[in-house]
């Protein structure tokens, strides 16, 4: 266990004071250890994944930082299926691209994600038509509570957009070490998101699961959404904000007022709309800067440490424009990372 480590580093944001106790798990062994001595010394417990998804508080973190860092994977026929059960330190794109080069398919549009496997149950991560509950056959965890593993089914997990049993009604209750999922051998690659279907626009040939795959980091990239070095564009922490849902009467009023405005029909009732749309229609254009905090010059969704920004100046960013959001549409955007300590007082 060591004291004082700098967070910044482990985030993709660049951004974040100290944690008081930091330690880095490298077995199931590792994790129940940690929680333990958090218990000990009455101290809060943060699970660190790859940072991908973080803003981390100025002042950083008063308890104890567990970062996980347990590795390898496993895989077994089943059918026409193959699962593969991963632990929760490893690399995303790395395991996405491993499932692909083995011709499985049903995570080939989330290639290009940062962050480690361990995060994506818990956000139901999800880009280009794709979400990892689709695949997803089960999670194992640490519950917190009684230092007892378990695992889940996918209902169990009772997933969502966005959102799981993980992060929503029992939330920091589990902690994830690995996660199983269900792919299809020899399956054809998923082309339902727009940008991606018109990228194979012309081509006689259904794509491979290869080339969906390289198409979609060609796309991130366009957007500043893949982590590329000495670009500016990719100090984020991805899409900082949701695509707000709301009822169909609302859009419909809102409709009248905006006739352009994007809207997808996102289940009974309810209509989804782009966060980006908004954004950009209450004034804040793509490059936008506040000092040190800004929106990328790529993507309208992701705010980018400029160079030396905190905690803070991302904040005020962020109130700046769901201020707006609000006062143009009456909707509240809702911050998609997950904040790490004690926010400042307005």
Request: hydrophobic share 40%.
């Amino acid at each position: 266990m060591q004291q004082n480590i700098s967070l910044a580093p482990y985030t993709t944001l660049g951004i974040g004071g100290p944690a008081r106790w930091f330690t880095q798990a490298h077995s199931e062994a590792d994790v129940s250890a940690a929680v333990e001595f958090a218990r000990e010394h009455g101290l809060p417990l943060f699970v660190l994944g790859g940072g991908s998804n973080l803003l981390v508080s100025d002042a950083g973190f008063p308890g104890c930082v567990v970062h996980i860092a347990l590795r390898g994977v496993q895989q077994q026929t089943d059918g026409e299926d193959v699962l593969f059960t991963a632990a929760a330190g490893e690399e995303w794109d790395a395991f996405v691209a491993a499932t692909v080069e083995q011709n499985c398919a049903g995570v080939e549009c989330l290639s290009g994600i940062p962050g480690t496997v361990g995060g994506t149950p818990v956000q139901n991560v999800g880009a280009y038509g794709q979400e990892v509950s689709a695949t997803i056959a089960s999670v194992r965890a640490l519950d917190r509570t009684n230092l007892r593993w378990v695992e889940f089914n996918n209902a169990e997990c009772q997933f969502a957009y966005r959102s799981s049993r993980f992060n929503t009604t029992e939330r920091e209750r589990y902690m994830v070490t690995s996660v199983t999922y269900r792919l299809r051998r020899n399956g054809e690659p998923l082309l339902a998101y727009k940008d991606l279907a018109q990228h194979f626009v012309g081509r006689a040939e259904r794509p491979t699961l290869a080339a969906v795959r390289a198409a979609v980091r060609t796309i991130r990239q366009r957007k500043g959404m893949l982590l590329t070095p000495n670009d500016p564009d990719c100090h984020s922490a991805g899409s900082f904000f949701k695509n707000p849902v709301i009822a169909a009467e609302q859009a419909e009023q809102l409709s009248k007022r905006y006739a352009t405005m994007p809207h997808f029909t996102a289940g009974a009732g309810c209509v989804k709309i782009p966060a980006a749309w908004l954004i950009e229609q209450a004034g804040f254009a793509k490059g936008t800067a506040l000092g040190a905090a800004g929106i990328s010059s790529k993507h309208t969704l992701a705010l980018v440490n400029r160079g030396g920004a905190t905690a803070a100046a991302m904040l005020a960013l962020r109130d700046a424009i769901c201020a707006r959001v609000a006062e143009q549409f009456g909707i509240a955007l809702e911050q998609e990372p997950v904040y790490v300590g004690a926010e400042p007082l307005a």
